[in-house]
C-alpha cells in the first residue's frame, strides 16, 4: 500500500480505473473495512483517506480526543491490499469555502448544527481533488450519504455515492469509533437502542406513528439512554411521513454515559 | 412497478440516471431481494428482469422445470418500490452470436461447458439494450461475475459491474432458487457446505493447499455430498495459486440429491 501525504504526491497518481475512495477519520472498525472489501471487489484500485476534520467537529465535542490508532489502521488496510491510503496534512481543510448542504437542519443538523457545513466542504474537496469513480459510507451515518448524494447530485460531479449496511457489534450496536468510550458491558447494553428501533419497525404496521415514538422513548429512557432525537420521518428528504412515503427512515440518537450514539432503520412501505 | 414486456417499450422508457439493472431468472429470495434493495439505495430508480435464459442450460439440465413464481415475484419487486420489470418474450434469446467468455474452463465452466456462453450471450444483449449505469450479481456466482467484469472491461461498456455478498438461509446454505428443489430438513444438513469451506479457509493459515481439499472433500463426501469439484485457486483470475496471489477463492460445487448446489468464500492473504 502506498501512503500519500500530500496533494501533489495525489496528483501524480495514475490510478487504475474505476477506482474507489474510501473517507474516514480512522480508528478503523469492521463498518469501515465493509467498505474497503466491497470496494476491492468491485473496483480495480481502492484510495482510502484518514483525516479527522476539524470542520465536523463543534466546539464541546471531541476533536482533540477523537480517537487515534494510525499503526493498527495502516495494517488493517494493508492486510485487505488496500492500494492506497491519503494522509492529508493538518492545514488540510484550511481557507475552504463553507458548504452549505440540504438536509441539515433535522436530525443530527439540529444537535450539531454545523457538522454536515464541515462534512460536505471537506467531501467536496475530496472528490474535487481525487476524482474517484466512486466515494463509499456507511449507513449508520444516513444523513450524511443522503446529503452527499443530493450534493454531488446537484453538482453533477462525476463520482457515485454508494452507500453499504451497517455493521454492527454482536450485541446489535452499531460499529463506531465512539465505541471505544464505553466498556464493554456498557457495548453489550448499548445493544438494546438497536432492539429498540427493530421494535419500532415492526409496531409501525400496527400503531401510529405518534404511539411508536412514545414507546420506543420511555423504553430508551427507562433503560438509561439521554435521547437527543427519535424520529420517523420519510427517507427519502427526511421530512413528514405522506401518502408519497414509500420508506420512513426511524433514526435514534441517545446519550449513554456522556458517548453520543446513533442507529437507524429503515422500513420500507 | 411498470412491466415491460417488449424491447420497443423499453426503448421508449427515459430512465432517471443513474440507474441500476438487477437480472435474474425469477423465483426471487432474499439474495436478488438484497441486489434490489442495494439497488433502490443507491440508484435513481431499478430495472428488474426476469427472464429463464435456455442459453444458460446443458441439455440435461433444469431448463423445463426450473422454479417459476412470476406472481409472488412481482409482489415481492413491489414491496420494494422497484420501478420496472422487463420480463422479455421467450423468443428473446434467439439468433444471438454466441460470446465465448475467458476464465470460463474451469469450475462451474468444466461441468456446465456451454453455462457460460449462455450467460455472457445475453448479458450482453440486455447491457447494449437497456444501458444501464450498474448492473448487480450476488457473489454466490463467483466466476460469472469475474466473467461479466472482464467481459464488460475487455469491451468497455459503460456499465459498472457490482457483485454483493452471498446471502445465507439460517443454516449457511447459500441461497438459491435450486434450494427449493430440497425439504427443509435436507436445507439444514445443506448449511455444513458453508461450515466446511470455512473451516478449510481457516486451515489455509497452517496447513498446505493439498491437505486442506483433501480434508474437505472427506467431510463432504462423509456427510453424503457428491463433489463436482473443491478449488483453492486464485480469485483475481481463478488460476493456480502464486506468491503474487493476494486474495484466495476457495469454491465448491456439490449434488445432493440430485442438486446441484455451489458456494464459495474468499480469504484475503
Redesign the interface.
Known sequence: MQIIKSCSALNSINFQK?FAFVPTMGNLHEGHLSLVKFAK??YSEVITSIFVNPLQFGKNEDFASYPKTLDKDIQLLE???CNYLFLPEPNFAENLEVIKPNFSDVLCGLSRPTHFDGVLTIIDKFLRLIKP??CLFG?KDYQQQLIIKDYVNKKKLRT????LPIVRENSGLAMSSRNNYLSKDDREHCGIIYSCIQNAAESLKTSPVKIVIEKATDFLENAGFEIDYLEVIDANNLSLITKKT??ILIAVAVIYKKVRLIDNIIV?L
Chains 1, 2 share one sequence.
Open positions: 474505476p471487489e468491485n492486510d485487505l491490499d469513480n466512486a449507513l457515485e455515492i454508494i452507500s414509500n420508506k420500507s
